[in-house]
């Protein structure tokens, strides 16, 4: 198959290629997504086929408005309009009861993850053909793209329409809150922070997300091994001593090492550190130093996907 590349401004393209039950790959704020039309069983089947995903994990539905997002949704919790008016369109994910019966999205799950994307185009693509399903998209196993190089390097031949909007702002995947019970759970941490969550509902018992921590039912992409590069990802306190040659070093401040990646802060690291775990994979390094951030904020997010990195068991 011809794999197609066009700009975010070409929706005609995208509106034909979904309305033919084919996948589309294209930028959200977070990570480039693999779409298909969540209402077509034989398009997001097609999803599942080309990431080689596991069955049993469900995918997020995109929709253009709170509105549209929440209708899919059934016995919506009071916080619930309060998270959506805060933090949509953007990086939050919520995990409510399913209003609709769609087997080929929820995996055999009886919710539903929906959010609200920012890219204007999307939510225009979402109002012309309805919710669409995407997960990350990445191969299984690689780690998520933000570009639409690293779309096309997994992806190349097997999907027909690739949408380049450059690099994604944000970098990390979006929060995933369970939102099914009377205050709401983290399952995945992402860019809408714990504090974020806290600021809007106010004091525990009215919807905080952490008093008193209900046992969550943990996030079905969590028993998925993830990703982890080839190379051997190590946590260090100061990155800036490592003088092994054959490295990658990812710190704020680098003198003398082979293949430095600096960040300035915590955005630019999450911004950047997927693209530098597949240039590591290209180079073929032995190992990847990464300088620890501190796990508050965006900080709780990206170390989350570190300690997955550097785990021996994925
Ligand atoms: O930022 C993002 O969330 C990106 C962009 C494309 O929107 N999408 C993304 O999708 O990261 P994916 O499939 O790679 O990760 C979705 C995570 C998985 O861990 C999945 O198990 C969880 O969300 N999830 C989806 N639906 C769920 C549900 N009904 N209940 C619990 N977890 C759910
Ligand atoms: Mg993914």
Redesign the pocket.
């Given at each position: 198959m011809l794999t197609r590349t066009v700009g975010v401004d070409d929706l005609d393209a995208m509106v034909a290629t979904l309305e033919a039950d084919q996948v589309v790959a294209l930028p959200?704020e977070?990570?480039y997504?693999l779409a298909a039309r969540a209402v077509s069983r034989r398009a997001v089947e097609r999803i599942f086929q080309v990431k080689g995903r596991p069955a049993d994990?469900?995918?997020?539905v995109?929709a253009a408005s709170a509105e549209a997002a929440l209708a899919l949704c059934t016995d919506v919790p009071g916080y619930v309009p309060r998270l959506a008016a805060s933090f949509w369109p953007g990086?939050l994910?919520l995990?409510l009861p399913s209003g609709v019966a769609w087997p080929w999205v929820?995996a055999g799950?009886d919710?539903?993850?929906v959010?609200v994307?920012r890219p204007a185009y999307l939510r225009q693509l979402l109002r012309r053909v309805g919710p669409l399903a995407?997960?990350?998209a990445n191969r299984s196993g690689r780690p998520?793209p933000t570009t639409a190089a690293h779309c096309l390097a997994d992806l190349q031949g097997l999907i027909p329409l690739v949408v380049d909007g450059g690099p994604c702002a944000g970098g990390m995947?979006?929060t995933?809150l369970d939102c099914t019970g009377p205050d709401p759970a983290i399952?995945?941490p992402g860019p809408v922070t714990r504090d974020d969550v806290r600021r809007v509902l106010g004091s525990p018992g009215t919807g905080t997300p952490d008093a008193p921590p209900r046992p969550a039912p943990a996030?079905?992409?969590?028993r998925h091994p993830h990703y982890r590069p080839r190379a051997r990802v190590v946590l260090a306190d100061d990155a800036a001593e490592v003088t092994e040659p054959d490295a990658m070093t990812i710190a704020p401040v680098l003198t003398g090492v082979r293949h430095p990646r600096r960040y300035a802060d915590v955005e630019e690291l999450a911004r950047n550190l997927y693209a530098w775990f597949r240039e590591a994979d290209a180079l073929g390094v032995a190992t990847i130093y990464v300088q620890r951030v501190p796990e508050t904020g965006l900080g709780a997010a990206v170390m989350n996907r570190l300690h997955k990195a550097a785990a021996p068991d994925g």
């Open positions: 959200t977070t990570v997504g994990n469900p995918l997020i995109h990086p994910t995990v929820q799950h919710t539903l993850g959010r994307p995407a997960p990350s998520s995947e979006s995933v399952l995945r996030s079905p992409g969590t």
